[in-house]
């Protein structure tokens, strides 16, 4: 038996319940759907002219998947801070979104009284703690989702919270497309059908991949709607999989990366491509796949391609957002490690809450 259809393999290195987490991405999504009825922010936070999201890992996530989704069709401005820091840009004409799943990140923490300071139209997005307490206590909206459908845990793998609310937020305040809520849950269903742990390697692509990525480093490749679903993947092979893992996107890549494939020498061995493709990219996009692939292979370095099939931008990014977190979940496997533990993000935490 192959030992990513073993159930004694989850029972041994899954105690965490990262598997059942990752198979209830609809259910996230249709709580968040629900809660989203009730939620109200002040009419005129419609009146901002750029909407900047302060998030860090996990937090930040849905931010990258909605950036890279919509860059051709959002109007207003979309910044992602990753810092303790915030743009001089910001002012009374920005949506200053605090995005922290367990409500006591210390950097978009760090940056409310400054925020409040420029008179930013500040809301918050978390499953509670700190930060929905400090929202509240200053009359400022906050999203609270119910985390019960992610028993890991973990923020990577309660995208369906995080990334759905913040935009179905975003669609209240007509500054994003709204979600076509069947399509998106009808995508999640019928990914998490074809790559959960019921389906068999044989016909599993992410256990497939999973078992080509091991040993190796993994390149990641995307364009355009899919890039923010590539940097998702790229997060969790690294906390989930443990993997070191590498990312970029077309066209830029064929802009440089290409002449650093002859050294090391070890490139050859090393190194896995993974094609992130869509039909819906547009044709010259697909043209330079294609070559980017004669590429490697004249290069001796192996690849491997994987098609997202959904035919709209939103349907997309969910299907690759299942695809991505079973994948690596399946590499965790194979690694033999937790999937749930990221014992050096809390060592570096304890390290520095140290006087």
């Not at 409040?116 to 809301?123: D, F, N």
């Not at 890991?152 to 995208?159: A, D, K, N, T, V």
């Not at 299942?322 to 937790?338: E, R």
Request: with cysteine; hydrophobic share 40%; glycine share 8%.
């Amino acid at each position: 038996m192959n030992i990513l259809d073993n159930k004694n393999t989850i029972q041994k290195y899954d105690p965490g319940r990262v598997l059942e987490s990752t198979g209830l991405l609809s259910e996230q999504i249709k709580s968040v759907r629900a809660s989203l009825e009730s939620f109200s922010l002040p009419e005129n936070y419609k009146n901002a002219k750029k909407i900047v999201l302060c998030g860090m890992g996990g937090s930040a996530l849905g931010a990258r998947l909605l950036k890279a989704a919509f860059f051709d069709s959002i109007k207003t401005p979309l910044e992602i801070v990753n810092d303790y820091r915030i743009s001089g840009a910001l002012d009374s004409s920005t949506l200053y979104i605090l995005s922290s799943y367990s409500g006591g990140t210390e950097e978009p923490l760090s940056t409310m009284e400054e925020a409040k300071r420029r008179g930013a139209k500040i809301v918050g997005l978390a499953a509670g703690g700190k930060l929905a307490e400090l929202l509240k206590k200053n009359n400022l909206p906050v999203f609270i989702f119910d985390a019960k459908n992610n028993p890991s845990g973990q923020p990577r793998l309660g995208l369906g919270y995080a990334a759905f609310a913040l935009w179905g937020i975003l669609a209240k305040l007509n500054l994003i497309a709204p979600p076509d809520w069947e399509k998106i849950l009808a995508a999640a269903k019928s990914a998490t059908k074809k790559y959960g742990f019921q389906s068999p390697a044989d016909d599993n692509c992410a256990k497939w991949l999973a078992k080509e990525m091991s040993g190796k480093i993994p390149v990641l490749v995307t364009h355009g709607f899919l890039n923010g679903s590539g940097h998702i993947f790229a997060n969790q092979i690294n906390e989930t999989g443990k993997q070191f893992v590498a990312r970029f996107t077309i066209p830029e890549l064929n802009h440089h990366l290409m002449e650093g494939l002859q050294f090391p020498k070890e490139n050859k061995k090393l190194l896995y491509f993974v094609f992130l493709e869509s039909k819906i990219y547009p044709p010259r996009i697909r043209q330079r796949f294609e070559i980017t692939k004669k590429v490697l292979a004249k290069n001796k370095i192996k690849f491997a391609s994987h098609e997202i099939t959904s035919k709209d931008a939103g349907s997309a990014i969910t299907e690759a957002l299942v695809f991505g977190s079973y994948a690596s979940f399946y590499l965790a496997m194979l690694n033999k490690v937790n999937p749930a533990k990221v014992p050096w993000v809390d060592f570096f935490k304890k390290e520095s809450g140290k006087n």
